[in-house]
């Protein structure tokens, strides 16, 4: 366990947050925060967790294992599109998740689905946010775009990374939205994590699957 309640709830404190509407945005989430494996990392998938979920892990890294790259169009703000990675995309959208599914309460697993209401499966995905943000008392001009989901009125909501070990051994570390409370209390205290954000950053390349990460960028 790295945390406790109280640190979650005082570490929402730290940002003071507003709505920003995005137009045909394409671009990443990274991690901000967290610790030195993931601070400033962008989130990959992984065949090694049994779990389509993004995550971070240890450099170096597989090539194969593509950044989490999203589209946000302006017809539909709410929605996070996965931007296929490889020449064929498949016959249906993939979306940007949080999933129940596991039973946690008031915790959501961040996952990426291209069947978000399959019967069986508890998915939320039709009201995400992506919101400004500056460090209180800091630099008005130096915001970060920030991922939230729903209407957090009172700021109970934050993300957590969590710390995994996937079937083969590897290790990675994937987003939670969680409210701490007294129903989850001892699921975050056996729990690894680290307090974190997600942060949106804009891409810088095409879509390139043979590209490592499988975006074409310059170093």
Not at 46 to 62: E, F, L, M, Q, R
Not at 105 to 115: E, F, G, I
Not at 170 to 188: F, M, T
């Amino acid at each position: 366990m790295k945390s406790t309640t109280t640190t979650l709830l005082t570490a929402l404190s730290a940002l003071t947050v507003s709505p920003v509407a995005l137009a045909d945005f394409d671009g990443f989430f990274r991690f901000i925060g967290g610790n030195a494996i993931i601070s400033g990392e962008r989130l990959r998938l992984n065949n090694s967790i049994p779990w389509i979920s993004p995550g971070v892990s240890h450099a170096p890294y597989n090539p194969a294992d593509h950044y989490s790259r999203i589209y946000i169009n302006d017809t539909t703000p709410n929605l996070l599109y996965v931007v296929p990675t490889n020449p064929h995309p498949p016959p249906v959208p993939g979306y940007y998740a949080l999933s129940g599914t596991e039973g946690v309460p008031d915790a959501y697993r961040l996952v990426q689905t291209y069947r978000p209401d399959e019967e069986g499966s508890v998915n939320l995905y039709k009201e995400w946010k992506v919101k400004k943000a500056c460090a209180k008392g800091g630099n008005k001009n130096e915001t970060r775009s920030l991922l939230r989901y729903g209407n957090d009125l009172y700021g109970e909501w934050r993300w957590i990374a969590v710390r995994e070990i996937g079937y083969t051994g590897a290790e990675r570390w994937v987003p939670w939205w969680v409210k701490p409370s007294e129903a989850n209390i001892g699921n975050l205290t056996a729990w690894d994590y680290d307090i974190a954000d997600l942060e949106l950053v804009a891409a810088t390349g095409g879509v390139n699957s043979n590209a490592p990460g499988g975006v074409e960028e310059g170093n």
